[in-house]
């Protein structure tokens, strides 16, 4: 089975920096994804991570730990577009049958 | 252009009906997943497929089936015997081992 928690709601203000955790128990791991959603559409891709580390891309970075279950994604220079629900997602299983599993989501309110 | 089509956009079904949802991607990818989405919650796993012909019961699979015939297709039949249908579908699309692609959602709603 796999467990995935995150908080169910953060709030920040423009320009500042939030970091988003994401805890996870999987039996077979092989992957974390960061997906944004806004609300009434389907998510898109943010980042991944398959081994321990960050992981920057622009504004965003993601970081693993595996031997911890532990992620965060972390958002600097906040604008009010980035208010939105970013969901932690896991790979797990074995070869040939890996399903990817979606944590309940966060929902960050930017503020100006 | 790449990408994956979910049809139709919204739906309404009565009650005791099935109901067919409609998946298809051309990005090649051998993996497609359903997800149902409620109000406010994350995203919970349907069915999975990561071959044609074979397909995993996700975590919420009562009331729900799925065929795999072609790579491209992989489409979601919410029966009479899903006792609450009404939510967001969202059907995904991916490589073995990389992230998924989604499509635009559907949202179906019982009268």
């Known amino acids: 089975g796999q467990n995935i928690d995150q908080p169910t709601e953060m709030t920040a203000t423009e320009g500042a920096i939030v970091q988003i955790n994401c805890t996870y128990q999987?039996?077979?791991?092989?992957?974390l994804f960061w997906y944004q959603q806004h609300a009434g559409e389907a998510p898109t891709f943010l980042s991944y991570n398959v081994l321990d580390g960050l992981e920057e891309k622009g504004r965003f970075s993601s970081f693993l730990s595996r031997s911890k279950g532990y992620s965060y994604l972390l958002l600097k220079e906040l604008q009010m577009k980035d208010s939105a629900s970013y969901l932690c997602?896991?790979?797990?299983?074995?070869?040939?049958?890996?399903?990817?599993?979606f944590g309940t989501g966060t929902r960050l309110l930017v503020s100006p | 252009d790449g990408g994956i089509t979910q049809s139709p956009k919204y739906l309404f079904r009565k009650e005791g009906q099935n109901v067919t949802l409609s998946c298809e991607q051309n990005l090649n990818h051998d993996a497609m997943y359903w997800y149902r989405q409620d109000p406010g919650q994350g995203l919970r796993l349907i069915y999975y497929s990561q071959i044609v012909n074979d397909f995993q019961k996700g975590d919420i699979a009562e009331g729900y089936s799925v065929s795999r015939e072609k790579k491209e297709s992989f489409p979601l039949t919410v029966t009479s015997a899903q006792k609450n249908p009404t939510a967001f579908y969202l059907c995904?699309?991916?490589?073995?081992?990389?992230?998924?692609?989604f499509g635009q959602g559907t949202r179906l709603t019982v009268v």
């Open positions: 999987t039996s077979g791991f092989n992957g």
């Open positions: 995904a699309s991916s490589t073995v081992e990389g992230e998924a692609f």
């Open positions: 997602a896991v790979r797990d299983g074995h070869t040939g049958f890996q399903k990817l599993v």
